[in-house]
T-cell receptor, first 112, second 109 residues
Framework: IAGITQAPTSQILAAGRRMTLRCTQD?????MYWYRQDLGLGLRLIHYSNTAGTTGKGEVPDGYSVSRANTDDFPLTLASAVPSQTSVYFC???????????FGPGTRLTVL | GQNIDQPTEMTATEGAIVQINCTYQTSGFNGLFWYQQHAGEAPTFLSYNVLDGLEEKGRFSSFLSRSKGYSYLLLKELQMKDSASYLCAVRDGDYKLSFGAGTTVTVRA
């Protein structure tokens, strides 16, 4: 693994189903983030974690949950998917004191 | 919260210069970032300004005026591969980024 990986690459999901998007980084970064990107709205922060064991809410947290059991992994769960959660989801990480966030390749999620 | 504005689209000719402006209103400021995002790909870091002034990195330069809540990204000697979206992002004191909606730059031959 080099950098940040996300899985799956894309997914079509029926409304009401539960879904977990996976994110793993091998850079030993303290901070990790989940964003959604929608046309015309840019990237919006869903949840973040400044260090393993802690999480926080971003701009659009409703309908999503996260956990940070260790440094490397930061899964995002949709407990009961709705069509408005159709989006491209990006995971990112930073070391907290560095000047940039590194982004994963993204997951394209369609909720029908 | 953050309010970040940038133009939606810009078009320029190969070899030319394009300036993408970004204005912001923030409740806290800890740096401004520019990212490049090609269609279907992840954003990649271009530049970072935390103090007023110009930061130059090859063909790309970024300027910041904190008192005016203003930044620009300058792309020189445009190439076809520069066709992409350019995202302005402001970092708050908790190291969280707020992004503008992005500016799509189209480079024409």
């Amino acid at each position: 693994i080099a950098g940040i990986t996300q899985a799956p690459t894309s997914q079509i999901l029926a409304a009401g189903r539960r879904m977990t998007l996976r994110c793993t980084q091998d850079m030993r970064h303290n901070a990790m983030y989940w964003y959604r990107q929608d046309l015309g709205l840019g990237l919006r922060l869903i949840h973040y974690s400044n260090t393993a064991g802690t999480t926080g809410k971003g701009e659009v947290p409703d309908g999503y949950s996260v956990s940070r059991a260790n440094t490397d992994d930061f899964p995002l769960t949709l407990a009961s998917a709705v069509p408005s959660q159709t989006s491209v989801y990006f995971c990112a990480s930073s070391d907290g004191t560095s000047t940039e966030q590194f982004f994963g390749p993204g997951t394209r999620l369609t909720v029908l | 919260g953050q309010n970040i504005d940038q133009p939606t689209e810009m078009t320029a000719t190969e070899g030319a210069i394009v300036q993408i402006n970004c204005t912001y209103q923030t409740s806290g400021f800890n740096g401004l970032f520019w990212y490049q995002q090609h269609a279907g790909e992840a954003p990649t870091f271009l530049s970072y300004n935390v103090l007023d002034g110009l930061e130059e990195k090859g063909r790309f330069s970024s300027f910041l005026s904190r008192s005016k809540g203003y930044s620009y990204l300058l792309l020189k000697e445009l190439q076809m591969k520069d066709s992409a979206s350019y995202l302005c992002a402001v970092r708050d004191g908790d190291y969280k980024l707020s992004f503008g909606a992005g500016t799509t730059v189209t480079v024409r031959a």
